[in-house]
């Protein structure tokens, strides 16, 4: 009997947890636990018909005369051998821990399918979360797509800052040939044209920086990642990072490379701050005399499957 309230406790609220049938719940444990009783009825009387359990009477000659002091006789030998504590701990054991933890397994199976979709995106949303570094500013910030109406501001973004991050790792003349071979209208609308991705940050509606990736099978390259050199605007290169891993992340690349001057220690700080790593070292011959000796860095993306 108190097998049979634990039981009905125990399913009950096992039941209410999973919005299930708290009635049906509750008859199939206490339907289990009779039903384990009855086995272990028909073992005993299969040991007695054997005489591999011998109370003194013979069960297959039993009669309305001696069948009392028969059940006296089996229930006095049962008491002394602990059979019905053992029987009820057994029962205790299956009914009320397998049995429950298989039923509690299989709903919690069930809700997590039904939920699927929105677990996946919880998922996606905390993986996102990782791998982002928070930006901590007062500005109000926004991504413009580069497009006819503002495709001006990205070479006069572009000519504030190179003069100025590398005025002291490459000479003036380079800088003002790389900046006309890479930041001339005409080979900004080529890139956009050839599906490659130009955003501007704008940070209280001013324009201060700027990126430019492409996507390449399984990775995205990150050719330009640009902000103003202002102290009210410091960190805000971590948004426009951002901005290109969550592109990352939302369309399913494995990874981000890039490449960075060898001697522009703050930049390759920046990018080891963000997990990218030093895969190796090349030259690029740009014309006219000059080359980039870079670093190429590599950040893996981490996908939810």
Same mark, same amino acid.
């Given at each position: 009997?108190?097998?049979?309230?634990?039981?009905?406790?125990?399913?009950?609220? =096992? !039941?209410?947890?999973?919005?299930?049938?708290?009635? *049906?719940? #509750?008859? $199939?444990?206490?339907?289990?636990?009779?039903?384990? +009783?009855?086995?272990?009825?028909?073992?005993?009387?299969?040991?007695?018909?054997?005489?591999?359990?011998?109370?003194?009477?013979?069960?297959?000659?039993?009669?309305?005369?001696?069948?009392?002091?028969?059940?006296?006789?089996?229930?006095?030998?049962?008491?002394?051998?602990?059979?019905?504590?053992?029987?009820?701990?057994?029962?205790?054991?299956?009914?009320?821990?397998?049995?429950?933890?298989?039923?509690?397994?299989?709903?919690?199976?069930?809700?997590?399918?039904?939920?699927?979709?929105?677990?996946?995106?919880?998922?996606?949303?905390?993986?996102?979360?990782?791998?982002?570094?928070?930006?901590?500013?007062?500005?109000?910030?926004?991504?413009?797509?580069?497009?006819?109406?503002?495709?001006?501001?990205?070479?006069? =973004? !572009?000519?504030?800052?190179?003069?100025?991050?590398? *005025?002291? #790792?490459? $000479?003036?003349?380079?800088?003002?040939?790389?900046? +006309?071979?890479?930041?001339?209208?005409?080979?900004?609308?080529?890139?956009?044209?050839?599906?490659?991705?130009?955003?501007?940050?704008?940070?209280?509606?001013?324009?201060?920086?700027?990126?430019?990736?492409?996507?390449?099978?399984?990775?995205?390259?990150?050719?330009?990642?640009?902000?103003?050199?202002?102290?009210?605007?410091?960190?805000?290169?971590?948004?426009?990072?951002?901005?290109?891993?969550?592109?990352?992340?939302?369309?399913?690349?494995?990874?981000?490379?890039?490449?960075?001057?060898?001697?522009?220690?703050?930049?390759?700080?920046?990018?080891?701050?963000?997990?990218?790593?030093?895969?190796?070292?090349?030259?690029?011959?740009?014309?006219?005399?000059?080359?980039?000796?870079?670093?190429?860095?590599?950040?893996?993306?981490?996908?939810?499957?």
């Amino acid at each position: 009997m108190f097998l049979i309230i634990i039981f009905s406790f125990q399913y009950f609220f =096992l !039941a209410k947890v999973f919005n299930k049938n708290k009635l *049906k719940a #509750i008859l $199939s444990a206490l339907g289990l636990y009779f039903l384990g +009783n009855f086995i272990f009825g028909i073992g005993l009387f299969i040991l007695l018909s054997f005489n591999v359990i011998n109370v003194g009477f013979d069960v297959t000659n039993l009669d309305p005369n001696n069948i009392n002091e028969f059940s006296k006789t089996l229930n006095q030998y049962l008491v002394e051998n602990n059979v019905p504590i053992i029987t009820e701990v057994i029962l205790f054991v299956l009914v009320g821990m397998v049995y429950y933890n298989y039923v509690k397994n299989k709903w919690m199976k069930e809700v997590i399918a039904d939920n699927e979709p929105f677990i996946k995106e919880i998922k996606e949303q905390v993986t996102k979360i990782q791998q982002l570094i928070p930006v901590k500013t007062n500005c109000y910030l926004h991504f413009h797509d580069v497009n006819a109406t503002n495709i001006h501001l990205v070479p006069q =973004l !572009a000519t504030e800052i190179w003069n100025h991050c590398y *005025k002291d #790792i490459i $000479s003036q003349e380079q800088i003002d040939y790389m900046l +006309n071979m890479m930041y001339n209208q005409e080979k900004i609308n080529e890139n956009l044209n050839n599906g490659e991705h130009w955003k501007i940050l704008k940070a209280d509606n001013v324009p201060v920086g700027y990126i430019h990736f492409k996507e390449e099978d399984e990775k995205l390259f990150l050719s330009k990642i640009y902000l103003l050199q202002d102290e009210k605007y410091k960190g805000l290169g971590q948004a426009l990072l951002n901005e290109v891993i969550k592109f990352a992340l939302d369309n399913k690349f494995k990874s981000i490379y890039l490449t960075v001057n060898k001697n522009n220690s703050k930049a390759i700080r920046f990018y080891e701050k963000n997990n990218f790593t030093n895969v190796k070292s090349e030259t690029f011959d740009i014309g006219n005399g000059y080359v980039m000796d870079d670093f190429i860095f590599e950040k893996k993306i981490v996908q939810v499957v």
